[in-house]
């Protein structure tokens, strides 16, 4: 192909799939999972596009970033858009399970339902996350059951706090 040697075009292809641009499939199997048995890309059957975010789905990824003061990385590549929804799949695992440890104390105390209602849905959503067949799937997931990412991360913000003050505000 446009007078590559078949050397070149392994590493061509490798290159563009650990970039994120491309996915090589066997069947219903990706290089990925595939790879210690079948080492050549060209033993397998299609090459298809990358999965990647929409710019709508970017930009609100940015937003979801800068709300929850997590780093993002200057130029977006597919790879970089996998790393950095994993990235904030992490930190909702994380706050995942700080918020249901909080729950369970907020279950305990009378006149929290409110509350308890509030935590239970930031929990729902951050466990959209792990949703879908790949991580940004189950990013899109998480756009879709949170609407705006603005008011998201403002409210995931507010709710940060309260694990620690919950002493007071009930005191209150």
Partial sequence: VYGLVPDQIHLLLLTLLVQGELDIIKGHQSFRDAFETLINPLQYDRIVPGRALSLNELRDLEVLCDGLHLP????????AQKRTVDQLRRFGTRQRDQFSEFLIRL??????????????????????????????????????????PQRFAAEAGEMMSLPSRLDKLLRE
Avoid: C, M, N, Y
């Fill in 107 to 148: 279950r305990a105390e009378q006149g929290t339902e409110e509350l308890a209602a509030q935590v239970e849905k930031l929990i729902s959503h951050w466990l959209a996350l792990d949703k879908g067949e790949h991580e940004l799937q189950g990013f899109q997931q998480f756009l879709f059951e949170i609407g705006s």
């Fill in 72 to 79: 993002t990385p200057k130029h977006w590549s597919v790879l």
